[in-house]
C-alpha cells in the first residue's frame, strides 16, 4: 500500500514538532559558534546579511522617494526623460560586481576558515549514517556508542565520516558545517567546541520516513572527565545478579536482538541497529524520538511504531513479562 504524500508530510511536520518538544530543538542557535568553524560562518553570514539589508534600504528608499517625488498632480509635466547615462551605467554594474567580489574573497576565506585541510593525519572518529542513526566509534580506543559523541573541550577532533544507506548529512549548527554523509564516499569534518555544553545535532538531508528523528548530542567536558567517560565506556558490562535482569539477558540471546546490535560480554556483534553496551547511559533513544528511561525503554520494545513509526525496529509482540525483563537487563549496562 503505497503512502499519501499530504500524509508523509505531515508525519514530516509532526515529528519535526514532536522533536522541538521532546529535546528543545528551539535552543539550537546557530548565531552563538563556540568553536573557530562555526563561528567564521556565522561572521560570513551576519556581512553577507548587512550588505544585504542596505541594499534593501537603499532600493527600497529609492523606490519610495520615486513615487513621491515623481506622482502625478495637478499641472504637473511629464519628468525629464534620460535616453542614456554612461555614469549610472558604469555605476550600477561596477557597484554589483565590486560587491559579488568582495562577497567571494570573504566566502573563500571562511570555507578555508571553515573545513580544514585534513593533512595525513589518521581520523580519530568514525561516524556513520544509517537509516535513522547514527553509529560512532573511536578509532584510537575502540568505543563505540550510538547518537551521542563526546568531546573534549578545545580539542579538534577530525571525524571520517561515512553512511551505510543513503545521503546523509551530520550537521552540528554550533559547531561547524553540513557536510553530507554518502554511500561509497568518504568525507572528512573537524570538530571543536571552546566551551563546555551539550549541543544537538541533526541529519540536515532528507533521508526516508524517519528523517526528523535521526538526532544526536555532542557532548564537550574536560579533558578529565573526557578520559573518564571514554575508559568507563571500555568496560564490558558485568553479568546481571537479579533474577528478572537474568531472565531479560537470557531472553535477549534467545531472540533475534543479537542479529543486529551489538552488546560487548555478549555474543551480539552486529552493526544494523545501534550499539547497545551502555545503552543506559545515553539521553536519548531512537534517534531522538524519545528521552532514554525505563518507561519509554519500555514503550519501544513493546511497541516500536508507536515512538518511531517505519523504523527498522521489529515489533516482537512481546508480554509485559518479557517487555519488564528486557528493560531490566538492558538498565544493567551502565
Request: with cysteine; glycine share 6%; aromatic share 8%.
Amino acid at each position: 500500500m503505497t503512502t499519501h504524500p499530504t500524509r508523509t508530510a505531515l508525519r514530516l511536520l509532526f515529528d519535526f514538532v514532536g522533536a522541538i518538544e521532546v529535546f528543545n530543538l528551539s535552543s539550537i542557535d546557530t548565531l552563538n559558534p563556540v568553536s573557530p568553524q562555526a563561528a567564521a560562518i556565522t561572521r560570513l553570514f551576519l556581512g553577507v546579511l548587512v550588505i544585504l539589508a542596505v541594499i534593501f534600504v537603499l532600493v527600497s528608499g529609492l523606490v519610495v522617494y520615486a513615487i513621491v517625488r515623481y506622482r502625478e498632480r495637478p499641472g504637473s509635466s511629464m519628468p525629464r526623460q534620460l535616453a542614456g547615462s554612461r555614469k549610472l551605467e558604469f555605476l550600477w554594474t561596477a557597484v554589483p560586481i565590486g560587491l559579488l567580489a568582495t562577497v567571494f574573497v570573504f566566502t573563500a576565506k571562511t570555507m578555508r576558515a571553515a573545513n580544514p585541510k585534513k593533512g595525513t593525519r589518521p581520523a580519530d572518529l568514525l561516524v556513520v549514517g544509517h537509516q535513522w542513526w547514527w553509529e560512532v566509534k573511536y578509532l584510537k580506543s575502540g568505543v563505540i556508542t550510538a547518537n551521542e559523541i563526546h568531546l573534549p573541550v578545545g580539542k579538534a577532533v577530525l571525524i571520517q565520516l561515512e553512511a551505510a544507506d543513503v545521503i546523509h548529512d551530520f550537521w552540528v549548527p554550533q559547531l561547524g558545517r553540513k557536510i553530507d554523509a554518502i554511500p561509497g564516499h568518504t568525507n572528512y569534518l573537524w570538530l571543536r567546541a571552546d566551551r563546555p555544553g551539550v549541543y544537538s545535532g541533526i541529519c540536515a538531508e532528507f533521508c526516508g520516513t524517519e528523517h526528523a528523528w535521526m538526532r544526536f548530542e555532542v557532548v564537550v567536558q574536560s579533558p578529565e572527565e573526557f578520559t573518564a567517560w571514554e575508559q568507563a565506556q571500555l568496560k564490558i558490562p558485568q553479568p546481571p545478579s537479579e533474577p528478572e535482569a537474568l531472565a531479560g539477558m537470557k531472553l535477549f540471546n534467545e531472540l533475534t536482538c543479537v542479529n543486529c546490535h551489538r552488546l560487548a560480554g555478549t555474543r551480539a556483534n552486529q552493526t544494523a541497529g545501534p550499539d547497545l553496551t551502555h545503552l543506559a547511559q545515553r539521553r536519548m533513544l531512537a534517534g531522538g524520538a524519545a528521552v532514554n528511561n525505563p518507561q519509554t525503554l519500555a514503550e519501544w520494545l513493546k511497541d516500536p511504531d508507536r515512538i518511531k513509526p517505519g523504523s527498522n525496529m521489529p515489533n516482537f509482540h512481546l508480554s509485559d513479562a518479557q517487555v519488564r525483563a528486557l528493560v531490566a537487563y538492558l538498565e544493567t549496562t551502565k
